[in-house]
């Protein structure tokens, strides 16, 4: 199994505030979901949800609106694992590391990741 990249991490710091937003909603729908079975949702459950609704349209329009961390990388090292001399990036900006698996080099690793993209 693949662990995320420097890039997938912070496409997801990017995305948090409205990943965080959509938690809140779907914990306001659960709610009203559960007062259903209790009578009905009260006043207070539908501000709660209204709110969770324009929490999320907010969070979107913010990270829509938001430049996206593009990585800087240069090499600073060869990898230790890789025995075709492929090479350790670390962006300039956020300081993530990242390997570069290169099938000019005849790694593996290399060749399958070109075939992929």
Do not use: F
């Amino acid at each position: 199994m693949l662990e995320p990249t420097v890039a997938d991490l912070a496409a997801i710091e990017q995305e948090w505030p409205l990943i965080a937003a959509d938690l809140d909603l779907l914990d306001a729908e659960i709610a009203m979901l559960y007062a259903a079975d209790d009578g009905g949702p009260t006043a207070l459950d539908w501000r709660r949800l209204r709110r969770a609704e324009a929490r999320v349209t907010r969070a979107a329009a913010e990270v829509t609106a938001r430049p996206a961390h593009v990585c800087n990388l240069i090499e600073v090292r060869l990898t230790t694992d890789c025995r075709y001399g492929c090479k350790i990036l670390r962006c300039q900006t956020c300081g993530g590391e990242q390997v570069s698996h290169r099938a000019v080099y005849g790694c593996p690793a290399g060749q399958s990741a070109t075939r992929v993209a």
